[in-house]
């Protein structure tokens, strides 16, 4: 069974970090772009950062430019995405999900991606 298990949410300060990861059970990651996505209460889920099954090739949103970074370790079969310097704007639900098509340029597009995990809280707040 193919599952995506997010972990590393939680409360924060404004300017505070964490880092998010995105563990696969039942498939390895080497093959699959991955994307991180987020969905605050009563707005859109939005991308927020992929990254291309070789991690060549990353995206990010406007919003997150300079502050996150997302990175692969295939051998762990985990993903992460490293934020910091977050904003109370910053809180929201965050999935990942893996996108099987052959990607060479990461895109976050979400119809693409086909498996998505649980989600995690992150709530930035003093």
């Known amino acids: 069974q193919l599952q995506l298990v997010e972990s590393g949410g939680g409360l924060v300060q404004p300017g505070g970090s964490l880092r998010l990861s995105c563990a696969a059970s039942?498939?390895?990651?080497?093959?699959?772009?991955i994307g991180w996505f987020r969905q605050a209460p009563g707005k859109e889920r939005e991308g927020v950062s992929c990254i291309s099954s070789s991690g060549g090739s990353t995206n990010y949103a406007d919003s997150v430019k300079g502050r996150f970074t997302i990175s692969r370790d295939n051998a762990k079969n985990t993903v992460y995405l490293q934020m910091n310097s977050l904003k109370p704007e910053d809180t929201a639900i965050y999935y990942c999900?893996?996108?099987?098509?052959?990607?060479?340029?990461?895109?976050?597009?979400?119809?693409?991606?086909?498996?998505w995990g649980q989600g995690t809280q992150v709530t930035v707040s003093s």
């Open positions: 039942g498939f390895t990651l080497d093959y699959y772009a």
């Open positions: 999900a893996a996108d099987p098509g052959p990607t060479v340029q990461a895109m976050c597009v979400m119809t693409w991606y086909d498996y």
